[in-house]
């Protein structure tokens, strides 16, 4: 299957920094990719979906300045967490779809630990 | 309500057993199916699609009722190895532009 990676795998950062997750798709072109956050013992919920060139819809109750999502190209998306609090330690996880949107590909997951 | 609701277990069962999980939905304009299996501190991964028709992958069988909005995932002599989460995943595609829904997971504990 498609291989989709994620960096870094995981940070530690202190309280009122920013962190930048990339998301890449290594073999195929990703028009479509979708942020997930995940805490421990929940679901994976929907943060954002982003398409290539265009602005990031997010879902309700995601703050589209704290979390902002660049899709410049058709292989990298990237979430940046800003002004990281201990409240946003969770792990977060990108899909990627091609054009066809049939299947959705996860990178490894992005652990983020704020103290 | 959650839109995906699931038993979170855990469940604990004995090599060889056979288990099967449970899953409803709620949005009756739901398109697509999924199971997907998580281990620990990683990301999911697709383990099948679920049809109507119901559908069998070597040990696994996932069923779809439409009418009830209930979907099941059956696992035939268990492994160790499959020690892991589920997730039942409902894609609203044609509503929502390929967002998954994921449930909250139910947690499989295969034990020697």
């Known amino acids: 299957g498609a291989v989709v990676s994620q960096h870094p795998s995981r940070v530690i950062c202190k309280s009122g920094t920013s962190v930048k997750i990339e998301c890449r798709s290594l073999?195929?072109?990703?028009?479509?990719m979708f942020w997930y956050r995940q805490f421990p013992k929940q679901s994976l919920m929907l943060m954002a979906t982003?398409?290539?060139?265009?602005?990031?819809?997010?879902e309700q109750g995601v703050e589209k300045d704290k979390f902002l999502i660049n899709h410049a190209s058709l292989t990298l998306s990237t979430l940046t967490v800003t002004s990281a609090h201990p409240e946003d330690s969770s792990f977060y996880i990108c899909?990627?779809?091609?054009?066809?949107?049939?299947?959705?590909?996860f990178g490894p997951g992005t652990r983020l630990l704020v103290l | 309500r959650k839109e995906v609701e699931q038993d979170p277990g855990p469940f604990n069962v004995p090599e060889g057993a056979t288990v099967a999980f449970n899953c409803t939905y709620s949005?009756?304009?739901?398109?697509?199916f999924f199971w997907y299996r998580q281990d620990c501190r990683k990301e999911p991964k697709l383990l099948m699609s679920v049809y109507s028709s119901g559908n069998e992958d070597g040990r696994f069988t996932a069923q779809l009722n439409r009418a009830s909005q209930y979907i099941s995932l059956l696992i035939r002599d268990s492994k160790l190895s499959d020690s892991a989460t589920y997730l039942c995943?409902?894609?609203?595609?044609?509503?929502?532009?390929?967002?998954?829904?994921f449930g909250q997971g139910t947690e499989l504990s295969v034990k020697p």
């Open positions: 949005n009756s304009a739901s398109q697509s």
């Open positions: 982003s398409n290539e060139g265009s602005k990031a819809t997010y």
């Open positions: 899909s990627a779809a091609g054009q066809k949107q049939e299947t959705q590909y």
């Open positions: 073999d195929f072109q990703a028009t479509t």
């Open positions: 995943v409902v894609n609203n595609r044609y509503n929502q532009g390929g967002k998954l829904i």
